[in-house]
C-alpha cells in the first residue's frame, strides 16, 4: 500500500437505485467519508444501461421511486403509468442533483477486487483506474440484473452485420429503419423490444427458446384525480407497499381457484386482465404458485387468449408456453406483443418446432438447419442473475476465500444482506433477500436503512467487525430452500434457478418470505433488536 492510499469509512459499488440512497444515508444522516464507484458515466445503473427500444419500467411510477424525499414525492409528475427508461434517468439524475450526490460519486470506474486485510479489519479496493483504497465498511450496491448473459454463439465473430445486447444499447440508438432485424430470445425484455423493434424494421424474426406468459402491462396515463389522491396519501401508500407482500399494492385472493366456478373466475380474471400490470401474477388466487391443478387453471386463460389474439393458429401454439408453470419465470408485461405476430414483416421461429440456433454465420443465423439473413441482431438474452455481478467484484474475505469457492453449489448468505467470513461487507438486495421478488425500491431502502441503522449502531458501541455467524446463515439458507420448496417455483428452468447460465449450480437465488416483504423487514428489525442475532460483533 503506497502512503497516498485513501481511507474512506465506507466504499459503496454502483451509482443506481441502492447506491444513491447507501451514500446519502451514510454521508448526510451518519456523517460518513464515503466513496462511491461506478463504471457508468452518470448515476442510473440498470436505468444507465438498458436503453433497448421499448425498455420501461414494470413497476407502476408512483411506487418506483426514493420514498426518503417525500418533498419530492409531491413534486415529480411521471408521465406515464410504467416510467420508460429515458424518465426514470432523468429522475436519477434530478435526485443526485438535488442532494448532491456526485461530489462523492467517482464514475467510469469499474471495482475489480477488494480484500479483507484481519490484521487491520479494513476492506482494500481496488479498481480498474490502478486505485486502491481502505474502508472499514464495502457495501456492494451493484444490483441483481446487471450482469450480462451472453451466450457464446459460434460463429458470432464472422457476422458481418450489427449486434447488440440489450442491456448494452449503444446511447445513440439504432436505426432499424429498412433493415432486416433478429431478436434473440423472449424474456421480460424481448417482450418489450419485439413490437417496439417490429414497428421500425422492415423485417423482424423472433428467435424463441421457450415461449412466455405474458399479460397486458396496460400503460397510458395516469388519471389526474388518481395521481392527486395518491400524493395525498402518500405516506400511506408508503406504509402499505413497505408491509405488503411483494412491495406493491397487491394481494392474492385468499382462496383456491379450484373452489371457485367457472363463472366466477373468469370474472376474476377478466378484471386482472383489464386491470393489467402485475395482478394476474401476484394478486391471483392464492394457490396458483402452490398447486399444479390451481396452476393449470391461470394458465389456461392465458393460453386462450394467445389463441385468440394471434391469428395464425400455428403461430399461436407455438407462442403457448408447454412445459413450465405459468408465474414460475418473471412474469414479462406486454404492450401489442402477441399482436406483433400477426403482422406481415414478422416472423417467429421456435427453437422446439424449428430448430434451435445453431450458429450464428456471416449473413445471419442459422437455426434447424435453416439460414436466415439480417443485418441486425438483438440479443434479449437476460443476465447472470443476482450472484454474477457480486462475483465479478472478486472479492476477497478471511484467510483469502472468495465468493466462488463459498458459493459453488448456491449462494449462501445471511438474510441476503451479510456473507459469513466477509466482515462489514453488506449486499443490497443480495441473493436470499426478496429483491426481485419485489417492487426494487422498496426492497432497497429497507437494505439501505437496515445497513445505516447497523452501522451506526455499531459505532454507538465502539465495534468494529460485524460479520454472520455459519450457523446463522446455514439456518438462513437452509431456510430460504425450505420456503420456496413448498412451491412451484423451483420446477421452472428460470433465471430465478440459475437456469439460464451454463453450469451455473442450480439453487433458488431470491427469498419468498411467506408473509412478503413485509415480513421479511420484520424478521431483519427483530435481528437488529435482539443486539443482531446471528452475527458476531467484535
Ligand atoms: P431473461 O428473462 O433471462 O430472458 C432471456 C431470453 O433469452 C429467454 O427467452 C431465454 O430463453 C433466451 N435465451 C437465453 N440464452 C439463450 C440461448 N443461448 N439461445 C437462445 N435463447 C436464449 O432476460 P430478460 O433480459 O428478458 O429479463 C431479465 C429481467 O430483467 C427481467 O425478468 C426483469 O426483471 C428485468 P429461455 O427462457 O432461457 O429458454
Redesign the pocket.
Known sequence: MSGSTQNFDAVVIGAGFSGMHMLKSLRDKLGLKVRVYEAGETVGG?WYW?RYPGARC?SDSYIYCFTWDRQLLQEWEWSERYPEQPEILRYLEHVAKRHDLKRDIQFNTRVIGAEFDETTNLWTVHTDKGEDVTARYLIAGVG??STT?M?S?KGLETFKGKWYH??RFPHSGVDFTAKRVAV????????QAIPEIAQQSKQLTV????A?YCVPARNGKVDPELVKARKADYDAVVKRVRESPFGQERYAIPKSVLETTPEEREREFDRMWDAGGFDFWIANYQDMLVDQAANEVCADYIRRKIRKTVKDPSVAERLMPKGHAYGT????LDTNYYETFNKDNVLLVD?STDG??EEITENGIRAGGKDYEFDIIV?????D?MTGPLKALNLKGRGGRTLDQEWADGPHTYLGISVAGFPNLFTITGPQSPS?LSNMPVSIEQHVEWITDCIDAMRSAGKTTIEATPRAQDEWVAHVNETIAGTLMTSA???YMG??IAGKPRAFLPYLDPEGVGGYRKRCDEIAAKGYEGFALA
Open positions: 440498470t438498458n414494470d441483481t440484473l448473459n451466450p454463439f440489450t442491456s434473440v430470445g423472449t424474456g421480460a425484455t424481448a417482450v428467435f424463441q427458446r421457450t412466455n419465470k418473471r412474469q414479462p427453437a434451435p440456433i440479443f434479449a438474452t437476460g443476465f442473475a426481485v428452468n428460470s433465471w437456469a439460464n
